[in-house]
Structures are given as C-alpha cells and as structure tokens.
C-alpha cells in the first residue's frame, strides 16, 4: 500500500491511496462471499454455491461495487492507523480506479478531524437594531389585505373592463402553435399595453395588437419579445370588499374596528420582532466569527452542501426542471451555485459549532419547555400537529434538528441579551 498524504488545512487530511494487488484480491474474495449469501442458486444453500457458478450469475457493476467497498473499508483503516491520525467523523472517500483483473485499487480520502475553535470573546458583541415602529400605512395596508380575502366576485356582463376588475384573459402569439395561455390579471396592474387593450372590452371580444412583453414578464420564453397577438378577454368579474366596521370586525370574533386595528398592529409588530431578531442573529454570530477562528474539516460542510443540493435538484425533477435550468433563471451557471452552496454550508457549519460552543462554556442545557416551544414553532412553520411532526422527525432521524434548534435560540438570545447590556452600558456612560 502507498499512501501520499496532504494536509488541506488543520482538521482534514487527503490521502491518496495505490492498494496492493493483495487487498485487492482480497476485497473480491470477500465480495463474492457477501453475494453468495444474497443469492438463491438452485441446489445449493445459501452462501455455498461454488464461486464459478456464482461469478456467471452477479453482474459485473454489482460485483465491482461490493468489492470496493470492501477494499475501501479494510484499506481506509489501516492507512488511517498508519497515519496515526485520529478521526473526528466519516472519512470521505473517491474512488479512482478499480481493476479486478490488473489488480488495481486507487483512491482518494478526506479523513475530518476534530474541530479546532478558539473563541473570541462573545460579550457585547455589536449590531445594529432597525427601529420597530410599526405605522398606520401598514395596519391599514394589512387590514386591506385582509378585506380583500374575505371580498366577493360577481361576473360582469353589461359593461366593459374597469380598472380593479379581474379579467381571465388569453394571449396568443402569431405563429405560435396551440391555443394560448391563459392568465388571471387585475385590469390596470399588468403591463401599459395590455391594460389598455383590455380596458372597456367585454366578456368573450378578441383584439389583435403588437405586445412587447416586460423582461419580468411570468412567461420566461416572453420575456422582452415583440409579437403580434390575438387578446380573448374569457371572462370578468368585479371584486367587492366588505365595509370596513363593527360588524366585519365582529365577523373576525374582535369586539369592532379599534380592536381590529389594535390586533393587527400587535401581529405587525411581533413579525417586525422576529425579523428584526433574525437580523440581529446574522450580525452577532458574523461579529463573533471575526473575532474567533475557527477552523472545521471540509468533510462537515461538504456533507451539508451536497445533501442541499440533492435536494434541490429532487425539487427541480418535481417541477420538470433540470438544475442547469434552475440555475439559468437565477442567472448562475451550476459551477457557480455549487460554489455558492458550499460557501453557505461552511458558514453554516461554523455558526454552529460557535453556538455549541458556547452551550458548552456556559453550562447551559434546555428544559422540557424549551423543547415543547421549539416543537410548537417547528409545527407552525411545517402546518403540522406537533405529534405528527414529532413522527416525522424520527422518521426521518431528524430528532438532533429540533434539539440544536431549541440550543440556537437559547445561545442567541443569550448573546443578544449581552450584546444589548453592554450597548445600554455605553449609552448611560456618555
């Protein structure tokens, strides 16, 4: 065996590994014996049919698998031993080359080692707190919001488009094949030209006109383009809001329009906290980051960003979209999003290990409360029964994410509460 090592940086260690032709005979011994048991070969218990009759029946790719796993397991360890090297989490392995018949095994492994953290101090960290005021504009945009989805349609048929109507129109380009594409639009807030266009038309007329299409435009093939286009308005309806006073109030089970505005000012205000807080957390924890360093093997991030980006493209194969395509609309190329997960997921992984150190140090732990607030959080933002998601959760082996969720908040509030001491302190002795 030789083994070629280099030291990416002070937690994990890369080591390019040549097997000897020994492992690697070994490793496919132990493969075919694995399989043996897997199959059922007529005549012969499971486990005991001869390795000729077992070599015809496995497929080539499944054999090679089982015997690089062997291989790797058995040949990672003692190149670990030898390396004296003491690993913090799962070595990372890339298999470069196997060849059963050469008998030869190359590859490479990232072996994590333990995190290396020298904290700064964590008191009276800086950040800037935007105010909180909270104004009528935004009570009253929020209670019209709120008219708006307890408003009434009533389809229209003696008049033309008005401003504020709701058209279900259709738009289809010269040339193009099909039908259309149908939109559902406010009349007066789509784009100038085809407002004007749909203003005093009725239900059922066409119009054709050249449409230049907004480069925002919700079609992506439209976007920015010139077309000549035939305009069906399908349908239109006026949208009626309820009066805003006592009984729409009382109709929301509030006592009338003062307590109305009074609640909705209070809900603006704590999503205000929130927001606010948050914008707090990415300040303290950057502050904190550059007065510490911080060193994590590369395995930990790489690990967090892989698995996003997994998810990621699951998520684009639901919506028949490729990550290339994915990328494209965010005007990245693939190279460029990967890169900037993994400059994510290590910042991440960083803030993390910051934050339990610091649970640590400080000799905290979390009570049951804690934990059944965490939950309840948890449950509000997936829309789910806590029960059920307490289920999924262990499903899914994700019980660990509740915890360090409930830590986070405890360790952040904690360095808020410092933080805000210290600021108060610096005030009062100017």
Same mark, same amino acid.
């Given at each position: 065996m030789q083994?070629?090592?280099? @030291?990416?940086?002070p937690?994990?260690?890369?080591? @390019? ?11 496919f #011994? ?13 005549? %012969? ?5 001869p &390795? ?16 690089a @796993?062997?291989?790797v ?9 030898q390396? $004296? ?6 070595p ?13 095994c ?6 994590p ?8 101090? /964590?008191?009276?960290?800086?950040a #800037? ?10 009570? $009253?945009?929020?209670?019209?919001? !709120? ?9 229209i048929?003696?008049?033309?488009v008005e ?6 129109v ?6 193009? #094949? ?12 789509? %784009?100038?030209?085809?407002d004007?266009a ?10 054709q006109l050249?449409?230049?299409f ?6 992506k ?7 000549p ?7 239109v309806s ?13 109709? !929301?089970? !509030? ?6 505005e009074?609640?909705?000012?209070e809900?603006?205000?704590?999503? $205000? ?7 707090v957390n990415?300040?303290?924890?950057e502050d !904190?980051?550059?007065?510490s360093?911080?060193h994590v ?7 967090v960003?892989?698995?996003r ?7 684009q194969? &639901?919506?028949?979209?490729?990550l290339?395509? /994915? ?13 900037a997960?993994?400059?994510?997921a &290590?910042?991440?992984?960083i803030?993390a290990?910051?934050?339990r ?24 933002? %997936?829309?789910m029964?806590p ?6 959760? $262990? ?7 509740l915890h ?9 509030l ?17």
């Open positions: 083994i070629t090592r280099e @030291d990416l940086n937690c994990t260690v890369s080591l @390019d590994v040549v097997c000897d032709a020994e492992a690697v005979s070994a490793g #011994e132990k493969a075919f014996k694995t399989l043996a048991k897997q199959m059922r070969v007529p005549g %012969f218990r499971p486990g005991h049919a &390795k000729a009759v077992v070599e015809k029946m496995v497929e080539r790719e499944h054999l090679y698998d089982a015997a @796993d062997a291989i397991r058995s040949v990672v360890k003692k190149a670990i031993e390396e $004296k090297l003491e690993p913090f989490d799962r990372s392995v890339d298999l470069k080359k196997l060849d059963r018949d050469a008998g030869e190359e590859f490479s492994v990232k072996v080692l333990a995190p290396k953290v020298e904290l700064g101090d /964590y008191h009276g960290l800086k #800037e707190v935007p105010n909180l005021q909270v104004t009528d504009e935004e009570v $009253k945009h929020q209670i019209d919001e !709120l008219r708006r989805r307890y408003s009434t349609r009533e389809a048929t003696g008049r033309g401003e504020g109507d709701v058209a279900v259709n738009i289809k380009p010269e040339g193009q #094949e099909g039908d259309g594409r149908n939109f559902m639009t406010i009349a007066g807030q789509t %784009f100038p030209a085809l004007a749909l203003m005093g038309m009725k239900a059922e007329e066409m119009k050249e449409l230049t907004p480069d925002n435009f919700q079609e093939d439209w976007q920015g383009q010139t077309y286009c035939r305009v069906t308005l399908r349908s006026s949208v009626t809001l309820p009066n805003l006073d006592d009984e729409f109030a009382k109709e !929301l089970n !509030l006592e009338g329009v003062k307590d109305l009074n609640r909705m000012r809900q603006i205000g704590n999503a $205000k906290r929130a927001m606010i807080q948050d914008y990415e300040q303290l924890l !904190l980051a550059s007065r360093t911080i093997p590369d395995t930990m991030w790489e690990g960003a892989n698995q980006l997994r998810e990621l493209a699951q998520e194969q &639901k919506k028949g979209k490729t290339e395509q /994915y990328a494209a609309e965010n005007n990245m190329t693939v190279e460029q999003m990967v890169e997960w993994k400059t994510e &290590k910042t991440q992984v803030r290990i910051m934050v150190e610091i649970f640590a140090r400080e000799k905290m732990s979390l009570s049951n409360t804690e934990l059944n607030d965490e939950l309840g959080t948890m449950a509000r933002e %997936f829309e029964p029960d059920q998601l307490v289920e999924a959760l $262990k499903k899914n082996n994700a019980l660990d994410e360090f969720r409930a830590l986070f908040r405890k360790v952040t904690f360095l808020d509460e410092h933080a805000k001491k210290q600021e108060v302190a610096a005030g009062s002795a100017t």
